[in-house]
């Protein structure tokens, strides 16, 4: 998709005004100005969705930094003719893949002496910076690509128009552009698009194909100068009908489309819209594209996408998407299969199979075919590979094996890498992929980009979840343990159970634990409940508002309370600890926990240990909307409850709001939740296996957690060593597939000062905030939003999630900004009283019956006025 355009940015200064980053991406590609290669890569690496990139690397001295930048993802790399000279005795790097940059005749004609020499007339592509001398190379057939640069030039509709019919590109800073309605001083990006575009002879209009990131053809509509300007303003499909004027697709259906690339055809009489399609579809039939529904692999991926929103509970999807383990055996299953297969129809067949599991594994990653197409893309560009030799089981298995130290030396010698640790650290990045966040320097992004990158990874929409949930809670509100046994024995396969519920006292046999763990429980009882009877009130709070007017508050515990355990990945004893100990320091006269059990209908012996340490009442033996629904409601066996606590997956917490806004159950819960995510601040000072180990604590909950780093200042060495250290110790990890689903909606962000973090943290509200910082305590005032905070290097979050003190049932998905975790206030309520005295009656009466008055209620006037008149008449007493 080609346009006469070539937009150049300086990573490391935003333009304040013009084009976006965002924006420029619609163009296909863009010309980026670095000062070094880490910024370029860095760059690359970040924008790997958005952009085919472009890097000016005239002011680098080493050419091995082209080198790097090349396989980095640059589609070319800018040079000067020193670089060019010297990188053309480099075998391994295309010509094609790099720019020559001329500024004057002299060198000019250097260039083309050294074409002549070297035989390469075809492949290096040449920038020329004066209009005398692109107009040199507008003559020189044997140029396959040439661009103008406008530094220090006017740039003008009519210049770039005429360097376009000569083919030549326009090299165009992103401020001298814009999308916006009159923005004087800068021109439209529209217009420049169209400069070379061939109307139709008879509407004046430009025929336009949509196709979606895949390059799918949806349909063919028509496009004007107008339309063309509004889709890059609004950043989305937008065009032109010859009937109804400018038609914004999905404005009425809501089958919007979000505008990702723009251009021409090879001639300039087709325009050409890449989007990402929403709703139905394209078409008005609702199929996606007017030529019918989607085959093959995009047919799948819509298919595997719409079942992860809303999968029948049950259904073999669903359980793919909820094991891991069990996906991971499907694959490696058909994937030897595949090797085994010997016909063609079987190939295929075997294909097909591994196809589907291994885009299933995709999709519960959140990871697209365009994802990976587009890594197919950056790995076409490399231009230094590996040998890419079998790795050791497989290799063994089939008879390929080498010895290792040859193995070593080889792959040192062909690509002549340095020996030693970081040379160590990139050899293990190649054998397997790498564990790695993203990495974005806030001084050279825009905040857009920043803010899309710290988004929570998406959940269900609420639609799907509350379709599925909604019917579960009718039934066990109808048909109460009959459906909670039901759906025990459809989730948890514990068909043995004959009750949901045990009750107190439990049986010592239920609660056969080792010492140590016996002793683990016991210290984390003790300081949590120390923590917790500190919060205690010591007395009323009595306060005289005016004379004879007391007003007075007092607290009370709620009476009867339901804490959810969850079960799913993992056992979690200290949630049980977290909400039971409150609760029994609030004085909750009825404790209920609620956990799913385990096959054989057991459950975990610390948890029904911790549930005889707080004095609960009962353990009811379900899980999901259904164990909610039972405390909510009540059943015959399971206690109705006035509150409801605990985290839990999203159909947990989409039956707790459910439950909350059904007055008819009279029932409130602690916190909207979602899933548990970490914020990391580090600085110089911050060890790097430390920084890493805290990361991968909250990483390792599941593929939908979110961890940030917060870099301050540091340098790429220490950035590097901290990935090196989260990667090292990822893989060492037994939960090392949920780690990589969360590291990859993660990100690192590099900035200036504690000031930048702080503001930056805020706005995130983190479930978990630690500080790896110098005088770490000293930052604290600075925290306005976060769940807990973990101080200094000695501070890991592991300590508050199971043994300090503190609470770990904390607001997550920014509702730090509005919520407190869960504390001793969580289990109390608070009633106020109000006494007065004949006379601090008689001081008040004046302004409730005004305003009483000023409302229309007659009788709250009534209440006061029939009282002081009784006073004035002495006919009562006091």
């Known amino acids: 998709m080609a346009t006469p355009l070539l937009i150049t940015i300086d990573p490391a200064s935003p333009p304040a ?114 209009a005398g001398l692109a107009a040199m190379i507008g003559k020189d057939p044997t140029i396959q690509e040439r661009f103008k640069s406008y530094a220090g030039d006017a740039v003008t509709e009519e210049a770039i128009h005429e360097s376009a019919k000569q083919g030549i590109v326009s090299i165009v800073p992103a401020e001298a552009l814009t999308v916006e ?42 496009s004007s100068n107008e339309s063309m300007a509004e889709a890059l303003r609004t950043g989305t499909g937008v065009y032109q009908s010859r009937k109804r004027g400018l038609w914004y697709k999905g404005q009425s259906s809501g089958d919007v489309q979000e505008l990702v690339r723009v251009g021409w055809d090879c001639d300039g009489d087709c325009l050409c819209f890449v989007v990402k399609q929403k709703g139905r579809g394209f078409c008005h039939t609702g199929t996606a594209s007017c030529f019918g529904p989607y085959r093959g692999l995009s047919r799948l991926q819509k298919t595997l996408q719409a079942r992860k929103e809303s999968a029948p509970v049950g259904s073999y999807t669903a359980r793919l998407f909820n094991d891991s383990k069990l996906t991971a055996a499907k694959i490696m299953e058909e994937a030897e299969e595949l090797c085994q297969a010997s016909s063609q129809e079987e190939i295929a067949a075997e294909a097909a199979d591994l196809l589907y599991f291994a885009l299933t594994r995709c999709i519960a990653a959140n990871v697209s075919l365009e994802d990976i197409e587009r890594n197919l893309d950056l790995k076409s560009l490399k231009v230094k590979r590996r040998k890419g030799d079998a790795k050791g089981p497989w290799a063994e298995k089939l008879g390929l094996s080498a010895p290792k130290e040859a193995n070593e030396v080889a792959s040192i010698t062909a690509g002549n890498e340095p020996v030693g640790p970081e040379a160590a650290a990139e050899e293990d990045k190649d054998r397997s992929p790498r564990i790695e966040m993203k990495r974005l320097v806030t001084a050279s992004t825009s905040a857009a980009v920043i803010r899309d990158a710290l988004q929570r990874p998406s959940q269900r929409s609420n639609e799907a979840i509350m379709a599925l949930v909604q019917p579960i809670i009718q039934d066990v509100r109808e048909n109460g343990d009959e459906a909670v046994l039901k759906y025990t024995y459809r989730f948890e396969k514990a068909t043995s159970l004959t009750s949901p519920v045990i009750r107190a006292p439990f049986p010592p046999s239920l609660m056969q634990l080792p010492p140590e763990t016996m002793r683990a429980i016991d210290l984390s009882f003790d300081n949590i409940q120390r923590f917790h009877l500190a919060q205690r009130e010591e ?101 109705k409850v006035d509150k409801i606590l605990g985290p839990g997956n999203q159909f947990v917490t989409a039956a707790k709001m459910v439950v909350s806004n059904d007055t008819s159950a009279g029932v409130s819960i602690d916190m909207p939740a979602g899933p548990s995510e970490v914020l990391v601040i580090a600085d110089q000072q911050a060890n790097p296996a430390f920084v890493a180990s805290d990361l991968l604590s909250q990483a390792e909950h599941g593929a939908d957690s979110q961890v940030v780093l917060i870099a301050i200042d540091l340098d790429d060495g220490r950035l590097r060593a901290i990935e090196n250290e989260l990667h090292a110790q990822a893989s060492a990890l037994p939960r090392v597939d949920l780690v990589r689903g969360s590291i990859q909606h993660s990100v690192t962000l590099v900035v200036k000062d504690i000031k930048e973090a702080m503001a930056l943290s805020n706005e995130y509200a983190p479930e978990h905030l630690i500080l790896q910082v110098q005088n770490a305590a000293d930052v604290v005032p600075l925290v306005q939003n976060a769940g807990s905070v973990f101080i200094g290097p000695w501070t890991p979050e592991s300590v508050g999630d199971y043994s300090a003190g503190v609470n770990h049932s904390l607001p997550t998905y920014g509702y730090a900004k509005q919520y407190s975790g869960v504390n001793l206030g969580s289990f109390i309520k608070h009633i106020t009283s109000s006494q007065l005295t004949a006379d601090g009656l008689r001081g008040l009466s004046g302004a409730v019956m005004r305003l009483a008055e000023v409302e229309g209620l007659d009788a709250h006037k009534r209440a006061v006025s029939i009282r002081i008149e009784a006073m004035d008449q002495g006919t009562f007493p006091g």
Not at 192 to 218: F, I, K, W
């Open 17 to 130: 005004v013009g084009l976006t980053l965002q924006q420029v991406a619609y163009f296909g590609r863009t010309l980026v100005k670095v000062a070094n290669r880490p910024q370029a890569c860095d760059f690359l690496r970040q924008n790997v969705r958005l952009l085919d990139v472009y890097v000016d690397a005239t002011d680098l001295v080493d050419g091995e930094d082209v080198v790097d930048i090349l396989n980095a993802g640059a589609e070319r790399v800018f040079v000067s003719l020193e670089q060019l000279t010297h990188l053309s005795s480099d075998q391994e790097v295309p010509s094609s893949r790099l720019v020559a940059c001329v500024s004057s005749d002299h060198e000019w004609d250097r260039l083309k002496a050294w074409r002549a020499e070297s035989n390469e007339r075809a492949e290096v592509g040449v920038c020329a910076g004066g």
């Open 181 to 222: 309605r009159n923005d004087g001083g800068r021109m439209a990006a529209a217009r420049m698009l169209a400069v070379c575009a061939v109307p139709d002879q008879h509407t004046g209009l430009y025929a336009t194909s949509v196709t979606d990131e895949r390059g799918v053809s949806l349909g063919l509509v028509w």
């Open 539 to 639: 007395k009323p709070l009595q306060v005289e508002t005016m004379p004879g007017v007391v007003c007075s508050r007092f607290s009370r515990p709620i009476e009867r309370v339901g804490l959810y355990i969850p079960g799913g990945t993992a056992v979690l004893p200290s949630t049980a600890l977290m909400l039971g100990v409150p609760a029994m320091v609030a004085g909750c006269k009825k404790i209920v926990l609620a956990s799913p059990p385990r096959s054989d209908g057991s459950i975990t012996p610390e948890i029904v240990y911790v549930a005889h340490k707080v004095g609960a009442e009962s353990i009811v033996l379900a899980g999901g909307a259904q164990a909610v629904a039972a405390m909510a409601y009540g059943t015959k066996q399971i206690s």
